[in-house]
């Protein structure tokens, strides 16, 4: 089969690109579509080039591609795969789109539905300043715009296959459509499992608002005898820095080394946000460290939690100061119910190759089924009686 994969945009690499990455390796022969292209890290291509929409030669592209926003429906619908037997698209915005013909077989691997377009819109244009004024007025018209044809774009796919449950229900209720759920693979050989841990706490990650680590240092301010070290950079950082206290560690973006050996050597994992999945959750119990997580998204799903056989870890139910110190209460009574082996041996689950394994069998299956709905039945004319019934039918 000819096959064409289709990302949204190759700007930085993140979780998206490892699922990217993963799926080149399944189909080494296949062509890459996106939007733009101005990845630096090209590792995660394997050397493809990579066929690009116009969006790519607009002015300014490079920094402010998420401006052309409007015109990335069209530019998506622009790419030609006319020629292709298979299509599959890694989406979490527009590549899903695609156009595709009847004998052509798209599948979709959703990170998410455009997240800021639904049930995160009014967040969205909170945080961006936009919950009032003209400015405001034109961002909801726009985004109806991007729902109305986000919304028709899925009947385009002929599977969608979901990154984690949590993302299939939100399939299930933008789009009306059934899912597969397969998790994304994480890196989990690059981290090493450690069974000695030291009296603190650790949390990784881009400093923006949803990722509530804001929070997070609220609450270990307010508990002096814990330590807590923040590892990450982003717009939320002087905004944070100003909320620590002498337990609080904030030490900015860091290697992987330094990254890694927190990871190992930490209590346990901190994460206050509601993610689609969270790949970082999955990393720290690699490294064999348990997590205390907010009980929403997909944490749920890559946690075992306090109260079932091997548990790696325990939630909070809101995301508010109180409710962390009382899951930090609740973890450090409970602490010797989280192993290191278990940790890891559940992050296990989660790897690559497993990735790898399980969708090469899903397209499998997909493939095989299209075959078994490709044949058209031929039609055989009307006779005269039938044509003569027909007509009497009218006249009544």
Request: contains cysteine; proline residues 5%.
């Amino acid at each position: 089969m000819k096959v064409a994969i289709v990302h949204d945009w190759l700007v930085v690499y993140g979780g998206a690109e490892r699922v990217l990455e993963q799926i080149i390796d399944c189909f080494p022969d296949a062509d890459l579509f996106s939007l733009v292209d101005f990845l630096e890290e090209r590792d995660c291509l394997r050397g493809k080039p990579v066929h690009t929409s116009f969006i790519q030669k607009l002015p300014f592209a490079k920094k402010h591609y998420r401006n052309y926003l409007p015109l990335m429906p069209i530019a998506i619908e622009q790419l030609d795969l006319s020629s292709y037997d298979l299509v599959i698209s890694s989406s979490y915005a527009v590549a899903k789109g695609v156009l595709t013909g009847p004998n052509q077989l798209h599948v979709s691997y959703v990170h998410s539905p455009i997240r800021y377009a639904w049930d995160l819109q009014h967040q969205y244009l909170k945080e961006s300043g936009l919950n009032r004024g003209l400015k405001s007025l034109c961002a909801r018209a726009l985004l109806h715009y991007i729902r109305n044809w986000d919304s028709r774009s899925a009947n385009g796919v002929d599977h969608l296959i979901a990154n984690s449950g949590f993302v299939g229900r939100r399939i299930n209720k933008v789009y009306r459509r059934d899912s597969t759920v397969l998790h994304p693979p994480v890196a989990i050989d690059r981290f090493q499992l450690c069974t000695q841990k030291e009296d603190f706490y650790v949390t990784a990650s881009r400093m923006v608002p949803y990722k509530r680590i804001d929070l997070i240092v609220r609450a270990f301010a307010q508990t002096p005898e814990r330590q807590l070290v923040v590892i990450g950079d982003g717009p939320e950082m002087k905004k944070i820095a100003a909320q620590g206290a002498p337990n609080v560690h904030i030490i900015g973006y860091q290697s992987f080394d330094v990254l890694h050996d927190h990871l190992q050597r930490a209590k346990g994992f901190v994460f206050a946000a509601e993610e689609d999945f969270g790949i970082s959750i999955v990393e720290a119990q690699a490294c064999g460290t348990p997590v205390i997580a907010y009980g929403r998204g997909g944490a749920l799903e890559s946690v075992r939690a306090l109260g079932i056989p091997k548990p790696t870890g325990l939630f909070f139910e809101e995301q508010t100061v109180e409710s962390v110190h009382d899951a930090l209460d609740r973890f450090e009574g409970s602490i010797e119910q989280f192993t290191p082996m278990n940790c890891r041996t559940n992050a296990e689950r989660f790897s690559a190759q497993h990735f790898r394994e399980s969708f090469k069998s899903l397209l499998d299956v997909f493939i095989e089924h299209s075959k078994q709905h490709d044949v058209t039945p031929a039609l055989i004319p009307p006779t005269a009686e039938q044509r003569r019934e027909d007509m009497l039918r009218l006249v009544r």
